[in-house]
């Protein structure tokens, strides 16, 4: 004799409910829809007097250039700012999330945000997710405690860097920095570098292209 | 027990795009100079384009190493014509060999994509289009390629061909001239590198009239 069960309020996040029936179209030959990923270029570096993040500006969808201008530096704060490759909706989902967390935070401190207080959120979000937002973030910017760069990567580990790359062009970019970085950098010299590690990757990788966007994060000196 | 699928595939793409135009007394040939595996790039200089017969080129897209053993099969079989019958293939001839060839192979194709342009009998410009295994049809235009489904309407509303079913029997060249076409041919490709990443670098253009084989180049955006 069969129970009507009661309905469990609906938990948020993800369902899986569709699982079964997507691996049952695959089976038959219907192929998934394809989503916007932007194949990219990605970079940050610390300078001495802070940090200066640098994307390029092509978003794809397989092998057509669907945006040749797209912004991928994501405004997190007034002085943090976080480049992000992978899908394009997770990433701008997950930047606007955050950056709403952190203001009501400092409304909360009154206190100017502090990197790590978005690392920590954008680790714990994307940890939750276990890997399927896929966002590969270099989360950068000025704080109380000096410049930080950070890579946060889809499944949620993150790793703390004077100078890193994330992105299809990732390698080509890297062996630029790899080449040619060293401490104490000065705000042009640090830009030239941001700039030639983007146009290796886009000329080098074909998810990459267009244009580059440099943004330069300093400390206050008072 | 799922089916076992193969982990390794003897195939690859190595990227760009192909056209050919055929005019009244002219054919334009081009294809990208670009070859890349995946997302990155192994060479900007790269020909797509081969001289098959006086009058007939080839344009081909896809897994360059079947596009050269294609290449290499043709031409041994255009130097045992030209002893047999002691004169070059005219285009049609070479078009039904290309089929011919292609199809030889049904079962474990070439992975090119061809177009074959030239002049036929009468002067008058020709253009073949072809799938993997040998279908093909004489057109007034047509491309191959990763960046055919971006080139190819846009070629449709400057070119648009009367249907071949129409009677009177109605020419499928087009009426524009040379260096009309040419343009035509250097428009498509920029267009076609802004939006496709497997196109781009190098535009190269081979031009098939009356005075002989004519070969330009154009610079394309290398990102």
Same mark, same amino acid.
């Given at each position: 004799m069969s129970q009507v069960a009661v309905e469990a309020p609906p938990k948020g996040?993800?369902?899986?409910?569709?699982c079964r029936r997507n691996g049952m179209l695959s089976k038959k030959g219907v192929p998934p829809p394809s989503y916007r990923k932007t194949g990219t270029t990605i970079v940050g570096l610390i300078f001495q007097d802070g940090v200066i993040l640098g994307a390029d500006t092509r978003a794809t969808e397989g092998p057509i250039?669907?945006?040749?201008?797209?912004?991928?530096?994501?405004?997190?704060?007034p002085n943090i700012y976080c480049c992000g490759a992978g899908t394009a909706a997770d990433t701008e989902a997950v930047t606007d999330m955050v950056s709403s967390q952190l203001q009501l935070h400092r409304y909360h401190t009154g206190r100017e945000s502090r990197v790590v207080t978005a690392l920590t959120l954008l680790k714990s979000h994307l940890f939750k997710y276990q890997g399927h937002v896929q966002a590969a973030l270099v989360l950068g910017g000025v704080d109380a405690n000096g410049p930080h760069l950070h890579t946060i990567y889809p499944h949620g580990s993150t790793d703390t860097l004077p100078f890193a790359t994330m992105g299809s062009g990732s390698l080509a970019a890297m062996s630029v920095f790899e080449s040619k970085y060293r401490e104490g950098l000065t705000k042009e010299e640090g830009i030239k570098l941001v700039c030639e590690a983007i146009c290796s990757g886009i000329f080098n990788d074909l998810g990459s292209g267009s244009n580059v966007d440099v943004c330069v994060i300093t400390k206050r000196f008072y | 027990m799922t089916k076992q699928q193969a982990n390794w595939s003897p195939y690859d793409n190595n990227g760009g795009s192909c056209v050919a135009i055929a005019g009244a007394d002219y054919c334009v040939m081009a294809a990208d100079t670009r070859m890349s595996s995946g997302y990155n790039?192994?060479?900007?200089?790269?020909?797509k384009i081969c001289k098959l017969a006086d009058k007939a080129v080839m344009a081909s897209s896809g897994f360059q190493a079947d596009v050269n053993a294609l290449q290499k099969q043709l031409a041994a079989k255009h130097l045992t014509y030209q002893h047999q019958h002691n004169k070059q293939m005219s285009c049609p001839a070479m078009a039904q060999l290309l089929s011919n060839t292609l199809y030889y192979k049904? $079962? $474990?194709?070439?992975y090119a994509f061809n177009v074959l342009g030239g002049l036929d009998s009468e002067g008058k410009g020709c253009v073949f289009t072809y799938d993997a295994v040998g279908s093909y049809e004489r057109v007034g235009y047509s491309s191959q390629g990763s960046g055919s489904t971006l080139i190819m309407p846009f070629l449709d509303n400057q070119l648009k061909s009367p249907s071949p079913l129409l009677l009177p029997a109605q020419d499928a060249v087009t009426p524009l001239s040379e260096s009309e076409a040419v343009d035509l041919v250097k428009t498509v490709f920029a267009s076609a590198t802004e939006r496709d990443i497997?196109?781009?670098?190098k535009l190269e253009i081979v031009v098939l009239n009356a005075g002989g084989i004519h070969r330009e180049y154009m610079e394309l955006r290398k990102d």
């Open positions: 996040g993800f369902s899986f409910d569709l250039v669907c945006d040749k201008n797209c912004e991928k530096i994501h405004y997190m704060a | 790039i192994l060479t900007r200089e790269y020909s049904r $079962f $474990f194709p070439y497997y196109t781009g670098d």
